[in-house]
């Protein structure tokens, strides 16, 4: 089986997105618009994210009237949209809407990576409901060197240094690159 991993991008300060929930800041950071190899996993065979972080896409890549660029960042890749309104879909794209609970939707994304990592690309929220069920194996955050005022944080939750193991740190292109391993929560009792 393959790890559940989050995977982003974040300001020094730490965050994903600013106040408009956009990923301009993000963009105009060298290498921020055509990230280097080792800034994102590459080999996850399914994509999840959230409806704000779809939309924003959708629209900043106009991608309704280019499905053609689907392919460009997603290629054939499975992508679930966490969302509970009904959303357009460029054409020859394997979107996939779900809502609800992570373990209940959780086996159906499990199948459809058939055994291959799945990238929770964003947003936070999302992530952290993952991490909440107990189903995330990997936080992967690249530190860029931009801040914001306010926006959306990367992960929305206290999670204690028990939790957290380094796996590595370094630098890549502008960006400093931070790999954590997720340590099951001990059992209570």
């Not at 399914?46 to 900043?60: A, C, D």
């Not at 990238?119 to 931009?146: C, H, M, N, Q, T």
């Amino acid at each position: 089986m393959g790890n559940i991993i989050f995977d982003s991008a974040a300001t020094l300060n730490g965050w994903i997105a600013d106040e408009h929930n956009s990923l301009d800041w993000l963009f105009a950071v060298d290498g921020g618009d055509t990230p280097e190899d080792g800034l994102y996993p590459a080999d996850a065979r399914v994509l999840v994210e959230g409806s704000t972080t779809y939309e924003w896409v959708l629209q900043h890549e106009d991608l309704l009237a280019h499905p053609e660029k689907w392919q460009q960042f997603y290629g054939s890749k499975p992508t679930y949209v966490f969302t509970t309104r009904t959303l357009p879909v460029p054409d020859g794209a394997d979107v996939r809407f779900v809502s609800g609970d992570i373990s209940v939707v959780l086996p159906e994304i499990r199948a459809a990576a058939d055994g291959g990592d799945i990238w929770v690309v964003g947003g936070g929220e999302l992530a952290a409901k993952f991490f909440d069920a107990g189903a995330l194996d990997r936080i992967a955050v690249s530190i860029a060197p931009a801040a914001l005022t306010g926006g959306a944080p990367l992960l929305p939750r206290r999670i204690g240094p028990d939790r957290l193991r380094l796996v590595s740190a370094g630098a890549v292109g502008q960006f400093a690159r931070l790999v954590y391993d997720v340590v099951p929560a001990k059992p209570v009792g």
